[in-house]
């Protein structure tokens, strides 16, 4: 049976360009065009995905951090970042934490084709990252720690939500959630949530502005 590729993005014109590039080269498959992170997530659950192509700043997305979700959460699936961001931290960060491929959205439709050909066929495609920066670099090696409980914590941290808030959205006690924010705080190397805090937004591929 042939396997499914989901197109996550919630611009339609670059949906149909990505479904143009797939159809040629992962043809026989499914396509199923999605434009927010939740319904991928929900793609995914279904099972039988051969690949997801995904755009970092989707309205629910977190930039890298969106990633970081999927490549944890189904490790199986090839990961194809598409995304409007080329800067060089962006594009280490996506090779980091396993990513199949990075395409800017302004590759040209035949390199675009090249990328997902070499996927199919295994393989992983980056263009030069050029130099990345080191300090963003260890923050999402510290991210990358984080259980999947714990960045969820860290995400409702980040809302400025409190403990007791944390406890009751999550269906766990208080003290639960203190005991991972001291795990977060010790994989993180930092001693308060406002740190805690700083580290994941740098996660974040580009402005909420960018297409």
């Known amino acids: 049976m042939a396997g499914r590729v989901v197109i996550a993005d919630d611009h339609p014109l670059l949906r149909a360009a990505v479904r143009g590039c797939v159809e040629q080269s992962w043809p026989g498959r499914e396509i199923v065009e999605v434009a927010d992170a939740a319904s991928a997530r929900a793609e995914a659950v279904k099972g039988g995905v051969d690949l997801l192509t995904l755009d970092l700043h989707m309205a ?6 969106t990633l970081m979700a999927f490549r944890q959460d189904f490790p199986a699936i090839p990961v194809v970042i598409v995304s409007a961001s080329e800067e060089a ?18 590759t040209p439709l035949p390199q675009m084709r090249e990328a997902l050909g070499a996927v199919a066929e295994g393989d ?49 006690s208080e003290a639960t959630v203190k005991a991972h924010m ?18 994941a937004k740098e996660l974040d591929a580009a402005s909420p502005s960018a297409v």
């Open 60 to 65: 629910d997305s977190a930039g890298l951090q």
């Open 89 to 106: 931290r962006i594009l280490r960060g996506a090779q980091e934490l396993g990513a199949a491929a990075f395409i800017p959205k302004s």
């Open 124 to 172: 992983v495609w980056f263009p030069d990252a050029g130099e990345a920066d080191e300090e963003a670099a260890s923050s999402i090696e510290k991210m990358a720690r984080l259980t999947p409980a714990q960045r969820r914590i860290l995400t409702l941290v980040s809302e400025g939500k409190l403990n007791k808030q944390i406890a009751h959205e999550m269906d766990i």
């Open 182 to 199: 001291t795990a977060i705080f010790r994989r993180l190397g930092v001693v308060n949530r406002t740190q805690a805090v700083l580290i």
